[in-house]
């Protein structure tokens, strides 16, 4: 794989999936609100993805057609993902999905900042026109939290939910294959792993916890093995395509 | 939880208008999930939230007499069958003059 686009796809298949996850709690999140909130998160993040593959097409000089675009998201075969576990972990716990929301936006805001001054400069564009959706999703964890964490109901059911996600993080911030390319190629300004102490200080903002990130990213395994939830999500999002995979739309 | 009353104008145009009502647990939940439930299709580009029992409410028979005072609505029919009938009136001696 060229290693510019497989940089650029762990950032879009992150996109892809935490979008899928979110908008599945349409109907169901707790209250009527946070259900369409929650959703048009969702939304946003498919569109953020799309965006993204869209960079990667215009690395292939291939015109970004809605078929170029879907054949990115749904298309490849699993070893081809660069997802991290954390977007391709299934579940149905309120709680995970609000602490998962928090911490990948949380991260999301960073990984923009290193490519804002992209020499790629479709993803430079990108990164500053995403801010604007990313600023509100951020203010919407974090009025969630604000509010839940206050409550000693939630507090505890919260800090479990966020501890059952903490494994998750290595992976997250593990070195990106592709990434020394394109930071030699001026792509992205750093590592992602840079986002390590970052990250450990908004955890210690919030949640008054001590998390040390960096001793696990060298353990962790990388974006080119899938966690056991991402076929069972990609079959779910395939459905309708392989009811007939030649059907014209 | 509270309910708020929801308002939204668009930019330059028009005056505030009910959008409609939400339950949140404060006033930063209640923008967050006001702005998602009736603004995400970009319905308005500002926004009052105004909680309920913040509103005063007149009651419903301190209110209802005015329905009944036609006289009070000016919708311009009397006047103009007033002048229109000055008008032919004057046409009519107009015509008498010039006989």
Same mark, same amino acid.
């Given at each position: 794989?060229?290693?510019?686009?497989?940089?650029?796809?762990?950032?879009?298949?992150?996109?892809?999936?935490?979008?899928?996850?979110?908008?599945?709690?349409?109907?169901?999140?707790?209250?009527?609100?946070?259900?369409?909130?929650?959703?048009?998160?969702?939304?946003?993040?498919?569109?953020?993805?799309?965006?993204?593959?869209?960079?990667?097409?215009?690395?292939?000089?291939?015109?970004?057609?809605?078929?170029?675009?879907?054949?990115?998201?749904?298309? /490849?075969?699993?070893?081809?993902?660069?997802?991290?576990?954390?977007?391709?972990?299934?579940?149905?716990?309120?709680?995970?999905?609000?602490?998962?929301?928090?911490?990948?936006?949380?991260?999301?805001?960073? /990984?923009?900042?290193?490519?804002?001054?992209?020499?790629?400069?479709? !993803?430079?564009?990108?990164?500053?026109?995403?801010?604007?959706?990313?600023?509100?999703? /951020?203010?919407?964890?974090?009025?969630?939290?604000?509010?839940?964490?206050?409550?000693?109901?939630?507090?505890?059911? !919260?800090?479990?939910?966020?501890?059952? !996600?903490?494994?998750?993080?290595?992976? !997250? =911030?593990?070195?990106?294959?592709?990434?020394?390319?394109?930071?030699?190629?001026?792509?992205?300004?750093?590592?992602?792993?840079?986002?390590?102490?970052?990250?450990?200080?908004?955890?210690?903002?919030?949640?008054?916890?001590?998390?040390?990130?960096?001793?696990?990213?060298?353990?962790?395994?990388?974006?080119?093995?899938?966690?056991?939830?991402?076929?069972? =999500?990609?079959?779910?999002? /395939?459905?309708?395509?392989?009811?007939?995979?030649?059907?014209?739309? | 939880?509270?309910?708020?009353?929801?308002?939204?104008?668009?930019?330059?145009? #028009?005056?505030?208008?009910?959008?409609?009502?939400?339950?949140?647990?404060?006033?930063?939940?209640?923008?967050?999930?006001?702005?998602?439930?009736?603004?995400?299709?970009?319905?308005? #580009?500002?926004?009052?939230?105004?909680?309920?029992?913040?509103?005063?409410?007149?009651?419903?028979?301190?209110?209802?007499?005015?329905? #009944?005072?036609?006289?009070?609505?000016?919708?311009?029919?009397?006047?103009?069958?007033?002048?229109?009938?000055?008008?032919?009136?004057?046409?009519?001696?107009? #015509?008498?003059?010039?006989?």
């Amino acid at each position: 794989m060229n290693p510019i686009e497989e940089f650029i796809f762990s950032f879009a298949d992150d996109e892809h999936l935490i979008g899928q996850q979110h908008t599945e709690w349409i109907g169901v999140a707790p209250f009527l609100e946070e259900d369409l909130a929650f959703s048009s998160i969702g939304q946003d993040e498919l569109g953020h993805a799309v965006l993204l593959y869209e960079v990667v097409l215009g690395l292939r000089e291939t015109e970004a057609t809605d078929e170029a675009i879907d054949a990115l998201a749904y298309d /490849r075969g699993a070893s081809e993902y660069r997802s991290s576990h954390l977007v391709e972990l299934a579940t149905t716990d309120w709680a995970q999905a609000l602490l998962r929301h928090w911490l990948y936006d949380t991260v999301e805001q960073f /990984r923009w900042e290193l490519v804002v001054g992209s020499s790629n400069t479709a !993803l430079a564009e990108i990164a500053i026109r995403v801010e604007r959706e990313e600023r509100f999703h /951020r203010r919407h964890a974090d009025a969630l939290l604000d509010s839940l964490l206050a409550s000693p109901v939630a507090r505890p059911v !919260l800090l479990a939910a966020f501890d059952s !996600l903490t494994p998750f993080i290595a992976n !997250l =911030l593990a070195p990106v294959a592709g990434e020394t390319e394109a930071i030699a190629q001026g792509v992205v300004s750093a590592s992602i792993t840079t986002i390590a102490p970052l990250l450990e200080q908004r955890v210690a903002d919030r949640f008054e916890q001590t998390l040390s990130i960096t001793a696990d990213i060298s353990n962790s395994p990388g974006r080119d093995v899938r966690s056991d939830h991402f076929q069972t =999500l990609m079959d779910r999002m /395939r459905e309708v395509i392989d009811y007939d995979p030649q059907a014209v739309w | 939880m509270a309910i708020y009353e929801v308002f939204l104008k668009k930019d330059g145009r #028009d005056e505030f208008r009910h959008a409609g009502a939400l339950d949140a647990a404060n006033d930063e939940l209640a923008f967050v999930m006001a702005r998602e439930s009736y603004a995400r299709r970009a319905e308005g #580009d500002r926004l009052w939230l105004v909680e309920r029992s913040n509103v005063l409410v007149a009651d419903a028979e301190f209110v209802a007499p005015n329905a #009944d005072k036609p006289h009070r609505h000016h919708d311009g029919a009397a006047v103009a069958a007033r002048r229109k009938s000055i008008r032919e009136q004057a046409d009519i001696a107009d #015509d008498s003059e010039s006989q």
